[in-house]
């Protein structure tokens, strides 16, 4: 095959043969290179020596560059594109990025080199290895300085199994049969909202939007995959299995033979108050599920987002790959895995290039 005469024509050639897996992932390349060529094209306000030797080349547009005039002096290109990302820009635009976006971008870009580099396009002198490992270590700094890792923090198991063994308020008799009735299905509800939320890691909107049609064939499966639609309209599975015993239960007491047609559009979480009874069960009621079980424990301050963390945590601390409790957790980028849980998985080789490879 022809060398490419330019980058746009090495761009075009790339995007028809390059082997992404995920049109999120296409998507975020594209914006990767379309922003690493605005990059190259920048002079503005730039001493001429900071300037890398490509960018001091005649060129109409960056994309008319050819990629073989990359050499040995531009192999912190990668590095000075996300120093460029990192840096406040006008009020046009969006940057300065976060540090996640910075990788995403940066591996895009990265990518295409190295797809150009197999091919034989770039100069043999410029190396894309010793290019990835200078971004690299200016990446790590910036994660040390500004991470947002989360602490695990205390152990909510008790907290998941509170409403397993709750007793009833002394003041409530089996006597009182509609209101024991009603007390029994919350206890229920509570409970097994808990543990598909310990059990998920799901955000508490994607199980709230929850309908019962969704667990279609409970009475007899083991594992239930259900989709959610999490951040973005972005869609992915959520697996229940060890929680589907608590939410047997309380179908059960609703009503339902486990075994019949669910009905459509009838929530799985709804409210027991006789005030707002059968509606959809809101985002204060599952805060206040958490907090009294947490409050009666005599435990700190626990929230719903608690448990998706612990869940991250657990997942990382079993060996899970991190692509896996990427695909588990429905966030769109292993990267955040890693920015949010460095502290857990200590692992300095899930490099730039393993973001490409588990998207």
Do not use: C
């Amino acid at each position: 095959m022809e060398k490419p005469q330019s980058l746009e024509q090495a761009y075009q050639r790339y995007t028809n043969q390059n082997d992404l897996r995920s049109v999120h992932t296409v998507a975020a390349y594209t914006r990767a290179i379309e922003q690493f060529l605005e990059f190259l094209g920048d002079r503005r306000g730039q001493n001429a020596e900071r300037l890398l030797p490509v960018q001091r080349l005649k060129f109409t547009t960056p994309e008319a560059l050819p990629p073989e005039r990359f050499s040995e002096a531009d192999q912190d290109v990668f590095k000075r594109f996300a120093e460029w990302l990192l840096a406040p820009g006008s009020k046009s635009e969006r940057k300065p990025y976060a540090p996640a976006t910075v990788e995403v971008r940066v591996a895009g870009v990265l990518h295409w080199f190295q797809f150009m580099e197999a091919q034989g396009w770039l100069s043999p002198d410029f190396s894309v290895e010793v290019a990835a490992n200078l971004v690299r270590n200016v990446m790590k700094s910036q994660r040390d300085s500004t991470s947002k890792a989360v602490n695990p923090g205390q152990d909510l198991q008790p907290v998941v199994y509170f409403y397993d063994s709750q007793a009833p308020p002394r003041t409530l008799t089996r006597t009182d049969s509609e209101r024991y009735r009603r007390w029994e299905l919350t206890r229920l509800r509570n409970r097994a909202f808990l543990h598909s939320l310990a059990e998920t890691g799901g955000r508490v909107s994607e199980l709230l939007n929850l309908d019962v049609a969704a667990l279609q064939g409970i009475g007899s499966s083991h594992r239930i995959r259900v989709e959610v639609i999490g951040k973005g309209h972005y869609p992915y599975l959520i697996v229940l299995h060890e929680s589907l015993a608590a939410l047997r239960d309380y179908l059960r007491h609703r009503g339902f033979t486990l075994d019949q047609e669910f009905p459509l559009e009838e929530p799985l979480f709804i409210s027991h108050d006789k005030r707002y009874e059968g509606s959809r069960m809101s985002r204060i009621v599952a805060w206040r599920i958490v907090r009294r079980a947490a409050q009666a424990l005599g435990m700190a301050e626990v929230s719903p987002q608690d448990f998706r963390h612990w869940r991250a945590i657990q997942l990382i601390q079993q060996g899970i790959p991190l692509h896996e409790v990427q695909s588990l957790l429905g966030h769109r980028s292993v990267e955040t895995i890693r920015l949010l849980y460095a502290h857990v998985t200590n692992d300095d080789s899930d490099d730039l290039q393993q973001i490409h490879n588990k998207t």
